[in-house]
C-alpha cells in the first residue's frame, strides 16, 4: 500500500482514487470571479466543455471526454463505485466547484472527497493555494497552462485544433493534481481527524438545507441604505456653529483651543460653517481627505498609518485614527464627516451580504449549502467564503451590544424549514478554559470545572468589593455598576490572556460604544486599566509564565533545529500540556496535543533575539495565543465529528457554536444529547474542563444571538 492509500485507509476512505476535473464555458460576464460558485453553476448559461479525469493506481489512467461522453463515463463510475461514490475518494482542485457540478447536474454527492487547495491549507494556511501557484511551489513536473485562451468559447465554436489544446490542458491540470495529492496527502498532520473535517466542510455546503427568508432581507436592504445616508443628510442640514472660536471669530476665544489665528479658518469670523457634501465626496479618498483638510487644524493632519510600502491615511473604520477622529477630535464637523465615511464603506457591504443569500437561495429552492473554508487560518480555524461571512454575521462583543440592531437581524435570514428548530450550542469560554489548562493555572481551571462566575471572581479582585451578576430585582444604578465591573472582569478573562498591554486595551475600552461614555467623564481611565492589566498578571502568574516558556522552546529549536523540546518538561516543570516544539528545514513545528501541528514556515531568530519566520513576528504572548486557539479548534473539530457519528444534521458551525437541526417533537431532548456529547472531553486533554452551561444553549426557529 502507497503512503497516500495508507493515509486515506486511516482517515476511513476508500484506498481507490480517482481525480477529476471539470472543464466549463466562461467569459467577461459570467465566471467565478463575478458571481459565487452556486450561482456559476446553476446559471443558464453553464456549460460542460470537456472533463479530465485519472484513476490514481499503478497504471495512472488519465484520459478527456467531451461534453457528450461526460454523462457516460460519470455513470459508470456510479455503476463501479455506488450512486453517490460510496467507494471511491474524489479528488479535485477546488472541489466546492466540481463536486457542486456532480450534484446539481448529475445528482451525484461524492460521499468522499479531497481538495488538494484543503491539502496545501492545511501546511500553510496564508500562502496562494491557486493551482499555478501549488505546481511552482511544490515542484510539479509540468506548469499550468493559461485557461484565459478558452475565454468565450462554446465546445460547438472549437474548431479541432482547439479541442486537442483544451484536451491538452484539461491533462496537464490533472497531472498536477495527481501529483500534489501524492505529495502533500502524506504530510497532513492527524489526517484521521483532519480529512473527515475537510470532507464535512464540503458537505455542508453541496447539501442545501437552510432556509433564507428573502422578505426580511428585502427589508433589512431599505432600512440599511437609509443608515447609510442618514449621517450625510445629517451633516449637510445642520447649521453649525464654529466650535473654534465660539461664532466670534476672535483670537482670544480661538486660543483656548490652541488656535494662534486672528480669524478661524473655518468660518473666516462669520461663526457659520456651510458643509455640502455628497455620497461620492464621503467615499473617495482623495475627495474625503480634501473634506477633512478643510476642517482640521493648521497644524494638523489626516492621520496616517503603515501600509504595505508606504505610509497611507488611517479612513478605515477600525482605524486608531479614524476612531479619534469620529469619537475624540474637538471639531464636530470632523466627527460627522468620519461617521458618515465610516457608514458609506460600511453599510454597503452589508447590503452585499444580503444580496448573496438573496442571489444563492434563488439558485436552489431558496435554500443555500452553507459555505465554509475549511484551515482559512494559520490555527486551522474556519473562515467565510462565497461572500456569505458566516464567522462575522455580527451579535458578537460584550453583552451583544456595540453591534447595529440591523446587522443582528441578518442572522434572522437564516431559518428552519416548518416543522423543525435550530439547536444551538456553544463551548463557553473555550480559549480562556484551553489556555488555563495549558498553562497549569490550576485555580482558574478549577474555577471553570466547578462552574463559578470567574469573571465576577477575578472583579471582585480588581474592584476590592463583591461584584456578581446583576439581577432582576436589582435597582437600577445597582445593576449597571455590577454589570460594568462585571464586564471588565469578563473582558480581562478573555482578553488578557496572551499579552495585551494597557494602551491597547485601553483603546478597546474607549472604541466602545458603552463604556467610552465612562471614560470620558473620568470614571475610568488608563491607569485603571493599568492596574486590570497588573492585577491578572499578578493573579494569574501561570499564564505569563506561559508565554515566556513557549517563547523560549520556539527559539530553542529555531536556532538549534537538531533540538527537540518535548512536553516542555525540562523547561516548565510540572506543565500538563503535551506540546512538542521542533524543525524541520527551516520550519519550525509546533506539535499540538492532538496530534496536528502547527507550521511556522522560514523560521529564524534574529541578531537581536527577533522572533521571525514568513509571514510576520512572534513572541510569547502571540505563540501561546496560536497554540490555545488551535487546541480548542480541535476540540471543535472533535465534537464536530463526534455528532456526525452520531447521525447529527449539523447545518454549519460559527466560531465555538454549533447548529444543529432538529424536528420540533423531540428538540429539547435532541438539544440536551447534543450538549453531552460537546462536553465529552478528548483523551489527549483530560483534565480540560469543557461545559456547555444552560445560556450557552437554546432551540430557535431562526439563527440569532
Known sequence: M????????????????????????????????????????????????????????????LTFWSPYLVDSFL???????????????????????????????????????????????????????????????????????????????????????????????????????TFLFKKLLPLITNPEIELPLANQTLQLYLNPQVEIDKKLGEELKAKMHIEMIKPIQQLNAKKWSCVFCSGDG??????????????????????????????????????????????????????????????????????????????????????????????????PLHIKRIDNLINQANCRGDKIGMPLTYYAAHTGRWGGTEGINLQNLGGRG???????????????????????????????????????????????????????????????????????????????????????????????????????GSNKFYERCYANSDLKPLFDSGEYDWDFINKLIKTYRRKYSKIPEFWQTVEKAWKFVTKYPQEVVDQLQQWYGSNPSKLKFYNQNGTTIIQLPSGRCLFYPHANVTRKGSLKYRWGTLWGGSIAENIVQAVARDIMGEALLRLQENKFNILFHVHDEIICLFPKFSAEKDLQRMADLMEIIPEWCKGLPLRIPEDDRKLSERYEK
Open 2 to 61: 502507497t503512503d497516500w492509500q495508507s493515509v486515506l485507509k486511516s482517515a476511513g476512505f476508500p484506498t481507490t482514487a480517482l481525480v477529476l476535473d471539470f472543464e466549463t464555458y466562461f467569459d467577461t460576464d459570467y465566471s467565478l470571479k463575478k458571481m459565487s460558485t452556486v450561482e456559476y453553476v446553476c446559471d443558464d448559461r453553464f456549460e460542460i466543455t470537456g472533463l479530465g479525469c485519472e484513476y490514481i493506481d499503478e497504471n495512472n489512467t
Open 75 to 177: 455513470w459508470s463510475v456510479q455503476e463501479y463505485y455506488g450512486n453517490n461514490y460510496e467507494q471511491i475518494t474524489i479528488i479535485a482542485q477546488n472541489a466546492k466547484f466540481d463536486c457542486l457540478i456532480l450534484r446539481e447536474h448529475f445528482g451525484i454527492t461524492p460521499k468522499y472527497t479531497v481538495d488538494t487547495k484543503d491539502l496545501s491549507r492545511h501546511l500553510d494556511a496564508r500562502n496562494k493555494h491557486s493551482l499555478e501557484a501549488m505546481a511552482k511551489r511544490h515542484g510539479a513536473p509540468v506548469q499550468k497552462g493559461d485557461t484565459n485562451q478558452f475565454k468565450g468559447l462554446h465546445w460547438a465554436d472549437i474548431n479541432q485544433e482547439q479541442r486537442q489544446v483544451l484536451e491538452k490542458y484539461t491533462k496537464t491540470d490533472i497531472e498536477i493534481e
Open 398 to 500: 460584550r453583552g451583544g451590544q456595540g453591534t447595529h440592531p440591523l446587522i443582528q437581524q441578518v442572522r434572522q435570514m437564516i431559518k428552519a424549514s416548518d416543522g423543525y428548530v435550530f439547536g444551538v450550542a456553544d463551548f463557553a469560554q473555550i480559549e480562556a478554559r484551553v489556555l488555563a489548562w495549558l498553562a497549569g493555572q490550576d485555580d482558574l481551571v478549577q474555577g471553570f470545572a466547578n462552574g463559578e462566575d470567574v469573571y465576577s471572581e477575578f472583579a471582585t479582585t480588581l474592584f476590592g468589593v463583591p461584584v456578581r451578576k446583576a439581577k432582576k430585582n436589582d435597582p437600577k444604578p445597582i445593576a449597571k455598576q455590577l454589570t460594568i465591573r462585571r464586564g471588565f472582569g469578563k473582558d480581562a478573562i478573555l482578553g488578557c490572556g496572551y499579552g495585551m
Open 250 to 347: 476672535k483670537q482670544e476665544v480661538a486660543n483656548r483651543h490652541g488656535w494662534e489665528l486672528k480669524i478661524c479658518p473655518n468660518c473666516q469670523g462669520e461663526g457659520k460653517i456651510s458643509v455640502p457634501c455628497n455620497q461620492k465626496e464621503i467615499s473617495g479618498n482623495k475627495s474625503f481627505i480634501k473634506l477633512l483638510e478643510q476642517h482640521l487644524g493648521p497644524d494638523e493632519q489626516v492621520p496616517m498609518k503603515q501600509g504595505k510600502n508606504k505610509m497611507i491615511p488611517a479612513l478605515a473604520k477600525d482605524d486608531r485614527g479614524m476612531n479619534y477622529l469620529k469619537n475624540e477630535h474637538k471639531n464636530p464637523i470632523v466627527n460627522q464627516l468620519a461617521d458618515a465615511r465610516i457608514a458609506i464603506k460600511s453599510w
